[in-house]
C-alpha cells in the first residue's frame, strides 16, 4: 500500500487538519527521513499552501480547525497543529489552544525541530540586531495592544525573564501580570 493510499485510510479521506475533502495529499512532516506515515499527513491543497508558505497564513478563520485536529490521536498531525499554533501564537485564541496542547517530551522536541526558519539556530534580535536569550529584559520601543488581554501595554514598559519561543520573531514575557506574546522587532535588550 503506498503511502497515500495509507494515509487517505487513516483519515477517513479527509484533509487531517481541517477535514476538507478536496484536493488531498501528502505532506511529509519536515525533518523527513523517507516515506513513513508515522511522520506524514494527508493535507488539502488550502492547508499545504500556508504550511509550506506559498500562500499567506490565514489568521482569521482557516486554523480554528486545530481545534479539533489538535486532539488527533495520530502525533504527527498534533505535532503539525503545534507547529501551526505556533506561527499564529500572535493571536490570542492560537495561544490559548497552544497553552491546553500538551505533548509529552519526545513529540515536544520533534514539533520544534522543523528545521525551517523557526528553527534554533536562527537568533532572535532585538529592534537593534542584538541577540537576545532566555533571561534577558527588554523595553517596549512602542505601545502594544495585547488581544484578548485588553489593555494596552506602554512604550518604554520593561520585561523581564523573557523566554524565546521556536518563532525567532516572538518573545514571551509577563506584561501586567499576564503572559503574552511580544514581536522581537518591538524590544531593546536592558540591562
Ligand atoms: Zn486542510
New binding site residues.
Partial sequence: MSLQQTLTERSNHK??????PQDLSVYEIPPTDGANSDKAIL??????GQIEGQTELDAGH?WR?LNDSMWSQVPAVQVMAWRMLNRLSTEGWAQDMLDMLYLDDEMLEWAKADGGSNSDDEPTLDSNGAVLNAGDNVTLIKDLVVKGANFTAKRGTIVRNISLTSNPEHIEGRVNGTRIVLLSCYLKKSN
Avoid: A, M, Q, R
Fill in positions: 484533509c487531517e487538519l481541517c477535514t476538507s493535507v488539502c491543497e488550502t492547508c499545504k482557516h480547525c
